[in-house]
């Protein structure tokens, strides 16, 4: 079991001081992995419904729309670290063209020895893509797996090609590769049956979140039947289901205090470090190969010392 730090490139986390601070205290204490949101902009105005809260809000948004751009905090991550995987979490696929999107990652997969994983979603935001004016809302489950075949292509072949409706390219050369000359790791997001096929046809790994109210995966029983699902999913598109790995994130945070949950007496990732431990243990039997814990930030010190206390009082229990 691996895990990672939570992030958003907002709020308490929206400073160089505080991301090299976690990122490099993430390191020292042999967390696995760090993960970086997207959003490229905030409308001031927002009729969509948000997955992954109860009421459809987006509550993390910062007022003044503050919010780092997620590729370009993986690249300074790169600078200021030595072994920590690079997650984006996740990249809204649409919102960048498809040709820089994989350049930019191929170089900062070069310029990090190879520590990039790619998070990839569809988006909810409509109103982010039409400030963007990015291909169409509507069209964006099609858009997405297109330019993440496109990102195939381009990182895997020496003079590539690509014709589809929403990425054309032909007589191109693309360097430099991925570090390990081929691929970056992609995981798929999501937990709808159109991220399950995706993944199912094109991730390296399921990444789902915890608290999509459609989709509740907040218990092993629950994240046992997608996991089931994506599999059968796997077998139908001619994959062995043990090659897709599965990657979880908890977007509650973590809280030391046993809080009730949604239909359960205790919301996952919290209690004691025993109880805390023991709900790790429990997805760890579903295969879970990447866990990524959601920690409290309303202050930097908030966040390292739960980190910390994390480190030395659960972790060890998970992995002995």
Same mark, same amino acid.
């Given at each position: 079991m691996k895990f990672g730090i939570n992030t958003g490139a907002r709020g308490t986390m929206g400073t160089r001081n505080a991301y090299m601070?976690? +990122?490099?205290? &993430?390191?020292?204490?042999?967390?696995d992995f760090i993960?970086? !949101?997207?959003?490229?902009?905030?409308?001031?105005q927002i009729d969509s419904t948000y997955p992954y809260s109860d009421g459809g809000k /987006?509550? %993390? &948004?910062?007022?003044?729309?503050? !919010?780092?751009?997620?590729? %370009?905090?993986? +690249?300074?991550?790169?600078?200021?670290?030595? =072994?920590? =995987?690079l997650v984006t979490s996740v990249t809204v696929v649409p919102h960048r063209p498809a040709l820089l999107t994989a350049k930019i990652l191929a170089t900062a997969d070069q310029l990090s020895n190879g520590r990039i994983i790619l998070g990839v979603g569809a988006g909810w935001l409509r109103e982010e893509f039409e400030a963007l004016q990015t291909d169409p809302y509507d069209a964006r489950g099609k858009v997405t797996d297109e330019y993440?075949? &496109?990102? =195939?292509?381009? /990182?895997?072949n020496q003079n590539p090609s690509f014709k589809g409706d929403f990425v054309n390219f032909d007589k191109i050369l693309f360097a430099p590769k991925p570090a390990n000359g081929s691929s970056i790791p992609i995981w798929v997001g999501g937990e709808s049956n159109p991220a399950l096929r995706r993944t199912a046809k094109l991730g390296d790994a399921w990444y789902p979140g915890s608290r999509n109210p459609k989709h509740r995966l907040d218990t092993p029983e629950r994240l046992g039947e997608g996991i089931g699902k994506m599999r059968a999913? &796997?077998?139908k598109h001619g994959r062995d289901p043990a090659t897709v790995d599965i990657a979880y994130v908890v977007l509650s945070p973590l809280d030391w205090e046993a809080q009730p949950g949604q239909d359960v007496a205790r919301r996952l990732m919290t209690g004691t470090p025993e109880q805390i431990a023991d709900d790790v243990r429990?997805? =760890?039997?579903?295969?879970?190969?990447?866990?990524?814990?959601?920690?409290?930030? !309303? !202050?930097?010190?908030?966040?390292?010392?739960a980190m910390q206390k994390f480190a030395e009082d659960v972790m060890p229990m998970v992995k002995s």
């Amino acid at each position: 079991m691996k895990f990672g730090i939570n992030t958003g490139a907002r709020g308490t986390m929206g400073t160089r001081n505080a991301y090299m601070t976690v +990122a490099q205290l &993430a390191e020292r204490l042999d967390f696995d992995f760090i993960s970086v !949101s997207d959003h490229v902009v905030v409308p001031s105005q927002i009729d969509s419904t948000y997955p992954y809260s109860d009421g459809g809000k /987006w509550e %993390t &948004a910062t007022p003044d729309g503050y !919010s780092l751009e997620q590729l %370009t905090t993986l +690249a300074f991550l790169a600078g200021c670290t030595e =072994k920590l =995987k690079l997650v984006t979490s996740v990249t809204v696929v649409p919102h960048r063209p498809a040709l820089l999107t994989a350049k930019i990652l191929a170089t900062a997969d070069q310029l990090s020895n190879g520590r990039i994983i790619l998070g990839v979603g569809a988006g909810w935001l409509r109103e982010e893509f039409e400030a963007l004016q990015t291909d169409p809302y509507d069209a964006r489950g099609k858009v997405t797996d297109e330019y993440i075949m &496109a990102f =195939k292509e381009l /990182w895997a072949n020496q003079n590539p090609s690509f014709k589809g409706d929403f990425v054309n390219f032909d007589k191109i050369l693309f360097a430099p590769k991925p570090a390990n000359g081929s691929s970056i790791p992609i995981w798929v997001g999501g937990e709808s049956n159109p991220a399950l096929r995706r993944t199912a046809k094109l991730g390296d790994a399921w990444y789902p979140g915890s608290r999509n109210p459609k989709h509740r995966l907040d218990t092993p029983e629950r994240l046992g039947e997608g996991i089931g699902k994506m599999r059968a999913m &796997a077998e139908k598109h001619g994959r062995d289901p043990a090659t897709v790995d599965i990657a979880y994130v908890v977007l509650s945070p973590l809280d030391w205090e046993a809080q009730p949950g949604q239909d359960v007496a205790r919301r996952l990732m919290t209690g004691t470090p025993e109880q805390i431990a023991d709900d790790v243990r429990a997805f =760890k039997t579903l295969g879970l190969t990447h866990f990524n814990v959601s920690f409290p930030a !309303s !202050s930097l010190n908030e966040m390292t010392d739960a980190m910390q206390k994390f480190a030395e009082d659960v972790m060890p229990m998970v992995k002995s």
